[in-house]
């Protein structure tokens, strides 16, 4: 089993910026993809960020230029910076890591973009 666990999430105002951290322990092995979700109320969850233990990395469109994710594969680790936040990137937010049968899922971290 897969434990994933977020920390970092807190109110910020627009233009400001956080720092999201993912921790994973367990049954870790071989190749995996690790990335970020996040679901606002009411809203279908969607796709942040996702990095592979290679390095290559996708973005959802809408955050693309703002934020950034980065991992650390000897650690299992991985990272968001959310910069220039909007009103519209408050959400839940969950930490993911994805092998060839299995997705796991963070209990997520509140973010919240208000003034």
């Known amino acids: 089993q897969v434990q994933l666990v977020e920390s970092g999430g807190g109110l910020v105002q627009p233009g400001g910026s956080l720092r999201l951290s993912c921790a994973a322990s367990?049954?870790?092995?071989?190749?995996?993809?690790m990335g970020w979700y996040r679901q606002a109320p009411g809203k279908q969850r969607e796709l942040v960020a996702t990095i592979t233990k290679g390095g290559y990395t996708n973005y959802a469109d809408s955050v693309k230029g703002r934020f950034t994710i980065s991992g650390d594969n000897a650690k299992n680790m991985v990272s968001l910076q959310l910069n220039s936040l909007k009103p519209e990137d408050t959400a839940v937010y969950y930490c993911?890591?994805?092998?060839?049968?299995?997705?796991?899922w963070g209990q997520g971290t509140q973010v919240t973009v208000s003034s």
């Open positions: 993911t890591l994805s092998k060839s049968r299995s997705d796991y």
């Open positions: 367990g049954r870790i092995f071989g190749f995996y993809t």
